[in-house]
C-alpha cells in the first residue's frame, strides 16, 4: 500500500467518524489494511526463499558438472593408459586402479549431488507456488480494501458486503498457500 492511499483511507475514515452506521466499514477497512500488510510481508519473504533455494540448486547443479567433468576426465585417462604401451606396467595398473576407485567415488558423488539438487529445485516449485497464492491473495485484499472504502463514498451498503467477500476470498487464498507442501 502505498503512502497516498493510506491518506487517503485516513480521510474517508475522517469523513465516516461522524455517521455512526459507517463505522463498520471503517472497521473492516482498517482490518483490510493490516491483512494486506501481512500478506505482502509474508509474499515477499517468500519470493526471496524461492530465490534463495533456486540459488542453492544452481550451486547443486554447479558441483554435479563438476564432478560430472572430473569424472570424464578420469575415465579418458584410465582408457588411455589400457591403449598405449607403458615401460612399467605395474606402475600404470596401480594408478589404472587409483582412477577406477575414483570413478565409482564420482558416481555416488554424482547421485547424491543429483539427487539433492532436484530437491532444492522442488523446494524453488514450492517456494513459488506459495508466493503466487500469497501475490493472488495481496490483490484479492486490495480489491476488498478498495470496494469497502467506495462504501464510504457511495454510502450502499452492498460494496461494504462485496468488499467483505473479495477480504475472505484473499484470507482463505493465504491460508491455502501454507497448505502447499
Do not use: C
Not at 101 to 113: F, I, P, Y
Not at 155 to 177: E, K, N, S
Amino acid at each position: 500500500m502505498e503512502a497516498n492511499e493510506a491518506q487517503e483511507l485516513q480521510e474517508q475514515h475522517e469523513e465516516a467518524a461522524g455517521d455512526r452506521r459507517m463505522h463498520p466499514v471503517s472497521f473492516t477497512m482498517s482490518v483490510l489494511a493490516v491483512f494486506v500488510a501481512i500478506i505482502t510481508v509474508l509474499g515477499h519473504r517468500t519470493h526471496t526463499e524461492a530465490v534463495l533455494s533456486q540459488a542453492r540448486a544452481t550451486d547443486e547443479w554447479n558441483l554435479y558438472q563438476a564432478h560430472k567433468i572430473r569424472q570424464y576426465d578420469t575415465q579418458l585417462i584410465g582408457d588411455l593408459f589400457s591403449t598405449l604401451s607403458i615401460r612399467d606396467q605395474a606402475a600404470a595398473d596401480k594408478i589404472t586402479e587409483g582412477y577406477k576407485s575414483h570413478v565409482q567415488k564420482w558416481n555416488q558423488d554424482l547421485t547424491e549431488t543429483q539427487d539433492k539438487a532436484q530437491e532444492m529445485q522442488a523446494e524453488v516449485a514450492r517456494a513459488e507456488r506459495r508466493a503466487d497464492r500469497f501475490d493472488l491473495s495481496e490483490a484479492l485484499l486490495e480489491i476488498g480494501l478498495v470496494v469497502t472504502s467506495i462504501t464510504l463514498l457511495a454510502r450502499q451498503r452492498a460494496y461494504w458486503y462485496m468488499g467483505l467477500g473479495f477480504g475472505v476470498a484473499g484470507i482463505i487464498t493465504a491460508a491455502l498457500a501454507f497448505t502447499i507442501r
